[in-house]
């Protein structure tokens, strides 16, 4: 009978133990897997003809910071042209920090913490680079999409590494990469009229109608200005 109880108490602590192994080997692997960096850019509407600004941004950015990194933007030339790319406020040295290559359907950005003092890395989210471009003349109208996406390269062991950013000096990052869109053509105006009110709004702004306060009046089934 007393063995009964032993091996019931023998079977309570067991399954303690191995539920205990388990919250516990769960626990250190969600720690282990941080989340990854997101890497994204704007959308934005533009004229055709005109020049705009893109912001890159880096969020979930590692404590011990990001010390290099690369990656490809891919978009239709024909279309839209590169302009130039500037670095963002996270950047601390804007003039040697950033530099891009031409690739084939876009450009190659790269970055290096040229001033390597131990905290001149990227220690924080915001904006990245800024992206230059314009809308070719002859392009009215259309949308565009602007793709960030890795480059795969080797590390110093020979791996494929298909994220290559980098904590410290030889730490990879795992990477999310994200996708803008650029809206080419004049944007429509919207104007909305309220039966006995002098104001309009006009894309969401509240405009007077004239200056002689004429207003909307519906006389004989008929609404007139």
């Not at 990854?36 to 020049?51: L, Y």
């Not at 003349?137 to 110093?156: A, R």
Request: hydrophobic letters at 35%; aromatic letters at 8%.
């Amino acid at each position: 009978m007393m063995l009964g109880f032993k091996n019931a108490g023998l079977k309570k602590v067991s399954s303690f133990l191995v539920l205990s192994i388990f919250v516990g080997a769960s626990i250190v692997a969600s720690y282990a897997r941080p989340q990854p960096v997101s890497i994204s850019v704007d959308s934005i509407r533009a004229e055709n003809g005109t020049e705009l600004t893109l912001n890159v941004s880096l969020n979930n950015v590692p404590e011990r910071g990001i010390s290099s990194g690369m990656f490809k933007v891919e978009f239709n030339d024909d279309k839209i042209s590169f302009e130039g790319i500037e670095g963002g406020e996270i950047i601390h040295n804007k003039m040697f920090d950033i530099s891009k290559d031409t690739v084939s359907d876009g450009i190659k950005v790269l970055y290096d913490d040229y001033d390597k003092t131990g905290s001149s890395q990227i220690t924080k989210n915001g904006v990245f680079c800024k992206l230059k471009f314009k809308a070719q003349d002859s392009y009215k109208t259309g949308i565009e999409s602007i793709k960030l996406l890795p480059i795969v390269s080797k590390d110093k062991y020979g791996s494929m590494v298909a994220a290559p950013f980098y904590s410290e000096i030889d730490t990879p990052l795992q990477v999310s990469y994200g996708e803008g869109k650029i809206l080419v053509g004049k944007a429509q105006k919207e104007i909305k009229l309220q039966v006995n009110n002098p104001k309009m709004t006009v894309n969401n702004a509240e405009k007077k109608i004239d200056d002689s306060g004429s207003k909307p009046l519906v006389i004989g089934g008929s609404t007139l200005l």
